[in-house]
């Protein structure tokens, strides 16, 4: 019998332990790969969208805004969503901190009417996050996971300003890819990133001043009018006057200022109706100043047609 040497043995048993701890090795750095599964959950045609009206759009303390939208729905099987992640940006480098957002949450079209609306399409119970982490993933996970039918439904991400939070600090949301993960731990979700960004507003209009505007009276039977005194400005170009009769609850009327004076079409403040008015000027981010007092329209004379 023929011996096989005990150099030549060692030698095969060293060449077996390697591709043994090769295989080990491959097998352990491949395993992670297998996760990324699609879910049976997808998009209802088209990847998320962004909700904001412009580049940028300004919003006051307590200010609800929907930045993004997407639209899911099963395209077989019946995998419940999971949650939902989300990031929130400083796109300005503006200094914001998660102290300037009181919430990131999960709303749900209610299909009581088209789009969103604060009063009816309510959070997803549970996917809400209270001074959301920025620059990092932010996971909303509702309490029950979501059952996701044949039929479309639209989700929104909606931001709640916080109560005091530092004016100018900008925040973008983006969904990355993947953002949707169901209950077998399967994904779903285009990428969408922020283009636009919300900017805190928290400064009010300057009060207006009211030696710059006047009331046109006529005559009863023509409307009495108030507009701003030719060549002065209302305020600032593109805040809104609202007139309010003298409870200052009454509105008769608003305008968006515009041009240089910032000046605005003559409102009507009724046919010998109000013999005072008050002014408001409203900023984009729905900040108001006080309101101010304009007096000396006569409406008890018959046949008054003097310009206060
Ligand atoms: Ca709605
Ligand atoms: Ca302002
Ligand atoms: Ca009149």
Do not use: C, W
Not at 164 to 188: E, F, K
Not at 202 to 224: E, F, K, L
Not at 264 to 292: T, Y
Request: no cysteine.
């Amino acid at each position: 019998m023929k011996a096989i040497s005990k150099r030549s043995f060692i030698k095969t048993m060293f060449s077996s332990t390697l591709v043994i701890v090769f295989l080990f090795v491959a097998g352990f750095f491949s395993t992670p790969v297998a996760h990324a599964v699609a879910s049976t959950i997808e998009e209802g045609g088209s990847a998320p969208e962004e909700l904001l009206s412009s580049a940028t759009v300004p919003a006051k303390a307590g200010a609800v805004i929907p930045t993004t939208a997407f639209i899911l729905r099963q395209s077989s099987g019946s995998a419940t969503l999971k949650s939902i992640t989300v990031v929130i940006s400083d796109p300005n480098a503006s200094g914001l901190v998660n102290t300037d957002i009181a919430s990131v949450s999960l709303r749900k079209e209610s299909l009581t009417t088209s789009n969103f609306q604060v009063a009816e399409d309510l959070v997803v119970a549970g996917a809400s996050v209270n001074t959301p982490t920025i620059g990092e993933p932010v996971t909303l996970t509702p309490t029950t996971p979501e059952a996701i039918g044949a039929d479309i439904v639209k989700y929104y991400i909606v931001i709640t300003i916080a109560a005091s939070p530092t004016s100018g600090h900008s925040l973008a949301v983006s969904l990355g890819a993947n953002y949707g993960i169901d209950n077998g731990d399967n994904t779903v979700g285009t990428e969408s990133p922020a283009t636009k960004k919300v900017t805190i507003d928290t400064a009010p209009p300057s009060n207006p001043t009211g030696s710059n505007y006047r009331i046109s009276q006529n005559n009863p039977g023509a409307v009495d009018l108030i507009m701003v005194k030719p060549g002065l400005s209302g305020g600032t170009a593109g805040d809104t006057v609202k007139i309010y009769a003298a409870n200052g609850t009454t509105l008769l009327g608003s305008a968006v200022l515009g041009g240089s004076p910032a000046q605005f079409d003559p409102i009507s403040i009724g046919d010998n109706a109000n013999a005072s008015v008050k002014l408001e000027l409203v900023d984009p981010a729905g900040n108001a100043s006080e309101q101010v007092a304009i007096s000396g329209n006569d409406i008890v004379a018959s046949n008054a047609y003097a310009t206060a």
